[in-house]
């Protein structure tokens, strides 16, 4: 078995790219039961976000495995294998491992240090969970992912002051407007990037903002999250008429078409007014044709590097400190993933000897006489089964915790040969 991770990110692809790879929450079931398919995939997880698409899986044959992936990609992209594998990256064993860690601790983020994708990994372990996915292997390393994020943020300052998409959305409209003070606000969408878009803009100065959402009620529970702002807002249906009375407006929704379009805006807008549009959705929410209107900026989340770039060396400092983290968090899944060679062997041994004091049991209480035998049964199978434990606790232990490979794997021979046990070979 092998653990591999194949994917791209706003290093490898443009955002072009990347939205045709996206997999929204609603269709990741699909996708792990059309991955799990293949004849070479055991296990698999999904992590998609604004700026990367990676699928993770335990499978059984290297160069087997990665093509079937490849080839899930293309069709899902509509791309040529030539035309995809530009964008991708592949890695292997203990890179993916360490891949997986640094994206957990905000390592591999556009903002280097942000919080939001150990969120982000912690639903993709949910939904791994849910829709079968994940195994052993995958749930053992996610798990350890999560809690190498966690450490990451809190014994470093990586993530203190981290700025995340959103406000470097905002700080990109404030480069551009100069004050967002006067400026009338509006904000296509409700969720968790929506929320920060209205933090950062309130810090900004930004008094007029409005949101429109599909949901009113979530548009409301938003807005309770900020009692201290008059937050204006509206249905779907009004979009066009909030926009056209706006300075600047973010898109941030799971919509998997655009919304705003050229057309759309030339109908609506207010010839020769301006507008900023800043769209951080994959796939984006704003059509690239809208850039054809005289009147409009638009923006999408990869305009947003030279934001960002300012604060990137004093965080690439921070990151060093991570740096030695993700290494002993790598080394412990490794000792734990060597480990399971000696589970065979293990629950075999175990097996044989529960065999033996069963028979053993069974004999002794025929001698001991029924009325005795069923009196006494019970205390007598928990002082076997005691003695059976003790007895093997110890070498157990020893077993599972040596870390050279070799010593490990000559005891595993020996314990094989004493015992006369018949181990099915386990590869990791």
Known sequence: MNIVVVGLSHKTASVEVREKLSIPEAQTEEAIAHLCGYPH???????????RLEIYSVIKETEQGITEIVQFLAEKAHLSLYELRKHLFILLHEDAMRHLMRVSAGLESLVLGEGQILAQVKTTHKLGQKYKGLGRLLDRLFKQAISTG????????????????????VELAQIKAQDLAPCKVT????????????????????????????????????????????????????????IANSDIAFTSTGATEPILTKTKLE????????????????????????????????????????????NQETRRQMAQEAE???????????????????VPTISCLRSKVEDIREQELEKALSRLGTEFAEKHQDVIESLTR???????????????????????????????????????????
């Open 41 to 51: 995939i055991e296990e698999v997880a999904i992590i998609s976000t604004c700026n």
């Open 150 to 169: 966690k450490r990451v943020r809190s014994e470093t300052s990586i993530g203190t002051g981290a700025v995340s998409i959103s406000s470097a959305a």
């Open 187 to 242: 904000i296509i969408g409700a969720g968790k990037m929506a929320c920060l878009l209205v933090k950062h803009l309130l810090s900004k100065g930004a008094t007029q903002i409005s949101i429109v959402n599909r949901s009113h009620r979530r548009a409301q529970e938003l807005a309770k999250k900020f009692p201290q702002a008059s937050l204006s807002i509206h249905p779907l249906s009004d979009m066009m008429d909030a």
């Open 267 to 310: 109908s609506t807008l207010v010839a020769e007014k301006p507008l900023m549009l800043i769209d951080i959705s994959v796939p984006r929410n704003i059509s690239a044709d809208v850039k054809e209107l005289a009147q409009i900026q638009s923006y999408n989340v990869d305009d947003l590097k030279a934001v960002v770039a300012a």
């Open 324 to 342: 030695g983290i993700i290494e002993e968090e790598v080394a412990n899944y490794i000792l734990w993933l060597r480990s399971l060679e000696t």
């Open 386 to 428: 005691g003695i059976v434990n003790k007895i093997l606790h110890e070498p157990m232990v020893q077993l599972r915790g040596q870390q050279d490979i070799e010593a490990r794997r000559r005891c595993l021979q020996s314990l094989q040969m004493l015992f006369n046990l018949d181990v099915e070979e386990q590869t990791i």
